[in-house]
């Protein structure tokens, strides 16, 4: 019985010694990396799948944030050394398991010191144990609902948000619709100004999509807003025929159509609206369709839809912004053939945010590198920050951006819609307007 004690006993100290040299290798590795003059940056994206349209845009919007940073020399580290961002990309394929996957290896066998990316919210929030479990400081730039740093089931204190979320734009755009598009509405056929404007909704069935239909209600409730919910439809991620959920919502008659789609979605349910359904009204997207794909995809079909947006391949807000936007566009189109999208100029930040951390940090320590990120307040780099300043709030870890809408216009020339923004007042470039073939519901 004694040797069998201490047969166990042996065993134990053996466990003992591996775990702990296996920390020490780990950490050792993380020393090194940064010794030897390079700081690892993780990119989550989907490169395959559903959403890979958006994930190429996020990696290679990625590549030209740190080419830019290391051809200025790079971040300058605790002890005066200058390290190159080496970027790895970990494809989530779209999927939850794949999301799970490319964490873990990104995580454990790359050895990052940070992660930059996450587009789907169901996709990111599979494998937001993961980041908690190892304490990676996470930029997340795509997913967009707020269970991303909201949720109290796991530590979310080294995830940060740099990406409105869904209860941000939504309200945002549902705003919108109550202030701009009820008014053209009520103007163009002399309704009433009581009369409310009827709102369908076509909406992903994930976190993201419920997100999304979760702060229009709200923000209808909470602002007693002249907006009647006619129809509320949903679909599976990746779908591609909509016109069961279509035909619905024209049976309801309404006046406004807003879309909680990606950009592979939307095109399609918008053209199958129009071209298929007969459905003349006005379709509004969420941000992420800001994509140049998708304006190729709609075609004649997109003239007269609306955006919410912060960044476009073919706009910008009047100011200073956009020379850095335009810098970035052509630094992206010279390499790429084509423009960036939302998604990507919010990752192309986010590498650069990650390199003010560690830089303010001055080492790769991860958890000195979170409170960097705590501390944060770094100039806007591309996109409009509220106080023109990157920072994130005490509570949820969550930017803050300046919004905008964009309406649509088909340019038979090219074959493709263009975006102009039509609101707010201080940053649109022209006028919204009810296109001529649109049709109001009910009176």
Known sequence: MKYQVLFIAVLLIMAALIAGCTQQAATQQ?????????????????????????????????????????????????????????????????????????????????????????????????????IAEYKVPYIVTGASSPIITHRTDINTSYIFHHCPTTDTYGQYTTTFIDQVVRQAINNKYGFAASRPVRLALLYQDTAFGQGVQKAVNNTITNNNLNIQLVSQQSFTMGESDFRTQLTAIKAANPDVVYLAAFPNEGAPAITQARRDIGLNTIFLNVENNDNAQFYKDLGQYGDGAVIESRFSPYTAPVGTIADAQNAFKQSYFATYGTYPDMMGASTYEGVFIAAQAIGNAGTTDKATVRQALVNLNMPQVIEAMKNQTISFSPDFRESSFDLWMEQLSYNATIGETRPSIVWPDNLKTTGFTLPSRYTAGSA
């Not at 989550?44 to 996020?58: D, E, F, Y």
């Not at 990696?59 to 080419?67: E, F, I, K, L, M």
């Not at 020399?73 to 394929?93: F, N, P, Y």
């Not at 999301?99 to 494998?127: M, R, W």
Request: hydrophobic share 35%; glycine share 12%.
């Open 30 to 130: 993380q020393t090194t990396s940064a010794s030897q003059g390079v700081i690892k940056v993780g990119v989550i994206a989907s490169l395959t799948g559903p959403a890979s349209n958006v994930g190429t845009s996020m990696w290679q919007s990625a590549q030209v944030a740190a080419a830019k940073i290391n051809a200025a020399g790079g971040v300058t580290l605790k002890d005066g050394s200058k390290a190159q961002i080496k970027l790895i990309v970990g494809d989530d394929e779209s999927t939850q398991t794949g999301g799970q996957d490319a964490a873990t290896k990104l995580i454990t066998d790359d050895n990052v010191d940070i992660l930059v990316g996450g587009y789907s919210s169901a996709v990111t929030s599979s494998y937001e144990q993961t």
